[in-house]
T-cell receptor
């Protein structure tokens, strides 16, 4: 089975622009979470989606939004990009919403904002 | 929000040494994750544990729920173990939640 996939792999945007990142979970996984990892730091929790509903949100501004589709794939949108949004964006999928299920991470999308 | 602290932040050891990485968290949890991240960003789940001890090959993870502390041990360390090791706990301490991560331990095993 294919693992978690993310697209694009790399992206360069200019301040003020908008970006959409995509994630396809492992087949059968209904939970998708998004994380931001700034260079040298651990990942920071942005959103968790389960069965197409937002189930958890980290401490990120409203410029960040996401959605989950009927096939459980997900998109992360970031508006009005700032230089500080430059980071590796990771998606993780899991069978369940519960934290005591293994998380499977995608390879990430590296976003550079200039 | 759960606060997760890891130590040490950097660790360099010789091949064959016994390695210990520590993790503490602030809010009681139902499960804790240990993950491995290689250069380039890929993250692999090593363990998910809610009590006691788990072993996989040369890796051992333990957790003390009462003390809010977990450890990851590597026995007979090898250069291929060189990576960043991260512990992660539920963001709000709940049973259905995203994860909050420690800053990671950058491990280098020298031959």
């Amino acid at each position: 089975d294919a693992g978690v996939t993310q697209s694009p792999t790399h992206l360069i945007k200019t301040r003020g622009q908008q970006v959409t990142l995509r994630c396809s979970p492992i087949s059968g996984h209904k939970s998708v979470s998004w994380y931001q990892q700034v260079l040298g730091q651990g990942p920071q929790f942005i959103f968790q989606y389960y069965e197409k509903e937002e189930r958890g949100r980290g401490n990120f501004p409203d410029r960040f939004s996401a959605r989950q589709f009927p096939n459980y794939s997900s998109e992360l949108n970031v508006n009005a990009l700032l230089l500080g949004d430059s980071a590796l964006y990771l998606c993780a999928s899991s069978l369940s919403l519960a934290v005591n299920y293994e998380q499977y991470f995608g390879p990430g999308t590296r976003l550079t904002v200039t | 929000k759960n606060e997760v602290e890891q130590s040490p932040q950097n660790l360099t050891a010789q091949e064959g040494e016994f390695i210990t990485i520590n993790c503490s968290y602030s809010v009681g949890i139902s499960a804790l994750h240990w993950l491995q991240q290689h250069p380039g960003g890929g993250i692999v789940s090593l363990f998910m544990l809610s009590s006691g001890k788990k072993k996989h090959g040369r890796l051992i993870a333990t957790i003390n729920i009462q003390e809010k502390h977990s450890s990851l041990h590597i026995t007979a360390s090898h250069p291929r173990d060189s990576a960043v090791y991260i512990c992660a706990a539920p963001y709000s301490g709940g049973g259905a939640d995203g994860l909050t991560f420690g800053k990671g331990t950058h491990l280098i095993i020298q031959p």
